[in-house]
């Protein structure tokens, strides 16, 4: 069984806020990883976030991504961040675009995406 663990690397260049992210993809540490980004962002007022995930094991299964946008993005939502951008190693599956979609619906403005430079050109629309 792996350990459920994460890591984050979390700096501000202009006016986004960068966070690296590693360890393993479970609901546990998708959910405290976005409080911490979440505080972080408030902490620098930062309110476009880039999140590199690229690192991360595993996937969340389609449960698991929904809980985690009903349980935790409801309680950021309107409270300063105003964009995050998701980079994965490939672009999004069905569970991303269930994210991504399941995110959106609820009012907050979500995109995952294959590349920094993509991501990053959303972030500054």
Do not use: C
């Amino acid at each position: 069984m792996q350990q459920e663990h994460y890591a984050l690397a979390i700096e501000t260049k202009g006016s986004h806020l960068f966070v690296h992210a590693n360890g393993v993809r479970t609901h546990a540490t998708v959910t405290a990883m976005t409080m911490e980004i979440f505080d972080a962002a408030l902490a620098n007022r930062m309110f476009k976030v880039l999140i590199d995930v690229r690192e991360l094991e595993g996937q969340l299964g389609i449960l698991d991504s929904y809980l985690v946008v009903t349980e935790m993005f409801e309680k950021i939502r309107g409270k300063g961040l105003r964009k995050a951008a998701i980079v994965d190693r490939q672009a999004p599956s069905l569970r991303g675009w269930f994210l991504e979609t399941v995110a959106r619906n609820r009012g907050f403005n979500f995109r995952i995406f294959a590349s920094q430079e993509e991501a990053l050109e959303w972030l500054d629309i």
